[in-house]
Nanobody, 126 residues
């Protein structure tokens, strides 16, 4: 499963960005999807996840209330709407797919995800 992220860039603190994750070579899939982020020298951290039903979501405490994950299965896209961005949100953001989940299952553990995109850089200036 190929995943392609887009939408990253440079934004001032307090601004917004929307990341997209496409699976261009697949029809609609029934995979849970997650967003993770990583800064140099650190482990990949969980940001948000959504079940393949779309009805269940989970967020890291650091982004709760500011970020929203959603999916449009008609386009096979997953989004991460990021509002009120902070400099500490600066990272490479990765989209991932978890193929072994239940209808409403979500997981915050990176090891549970089977496929990953190449990442998109998000830089928030102060």
């Amino acid at each position: 499963v190929q995943l392609v992220e887009s939408g990253g860039g440079l934004v001032q603190a307090g601004g917004s960005l929307r990341l997209s994750c496409a699976a261009p070579n697949r029809a609609r899939d029934h995979y849970a999807r997650g967003w993770f982020r990583q800064t140099p020298g650190k482990e990949r951290d969980f940001v948000a996840a959504i079940s393949w039903s779309g009805s269940n979501t989970v967020y890291a405490d650091s982004v709760k209330g500011r970020f929203t994950i959603s999916r449009d299965d008609t386009k096979n896209l997953v989004y991460l709407q990021m509002n009120r961005l902070k400099p500490e949100d600066t990272a490479v953001y990765y989209c991932a797919a978890d193929v072994d989940t239940s209808f409403n299952g979500v997981d915050y553990r990176a090891a549970s995800y089977d496929y990953w995109g190449q990442g998109t850089q998000v830089t928030v200036s102060s």
